[in-house]
Nanobody, 126 residues
Framework: QLQASGGGLVQSGGSLRLSCADS??????????VGWFRQAPGKDREFVAA????????DYAESVRGRFTISRTNAKSTVYLQMNSLNAEDTAVYYC???????????????????WGQGTQVTVSS
């Protein structure tokens, strides 16, 4: 139901923009909080960024704060993750996730998300 895209190979210091789109599931996208997570080889999945359903609230992992920006366009049922100043430690498979919320809550815990995208690979070369 969620399609993550935009990954690729980029040099250290470069930028990428990931997209997470509802693939026609019929969800009312604006009712869903969305988050981005990533998983590097041999490591656990970790929280990257989250946005509330209307986009008024956002949160970031400390490791990406100031470099990554999460945003959404509900009219297009899409959430974006703009990633700047990438470094080798950002190399991972990035996943987006969505969960229904009745308030403008942020969700930063993976287990609280209902729907997951398939992941998109981001590789940063040094």
């Amino acid at each position: 139901q969620l399609q993550a895209s935009g990954g690729g190979l980029v040099q250290s210091g470069g930028s990428l923009r990931l997209s997470c789109a509802d693939s026609g599931s019929g969800l009312t996208f604006s009712d869903y909080a969305v988050g981005w997570f990533r998983q590097a080889p041999g490591k656990d999945r970790e929280f990257v960024a989250a946005i509330s359903r209307a986009g008024r609230r956002r949160d970031y992992a400390e490791s990406v704060r100031g470099r990554f920006t999460i945003s959404r366009t509900n009219a297009k049922s899409t959430v974006y993750l703009q990633m700047n100043s990438l470094n080798a430690e950002d190399t991972a498979v990035y996943y987006c996730a969505a969960s229904y919320t009745v308030t403008g809550a942020l969700i930063t815990t993976a287990s609280r998300y209902t729907y997951w995208g398939q992941g998109t690979q981001v590789t940063v070369s040094s």
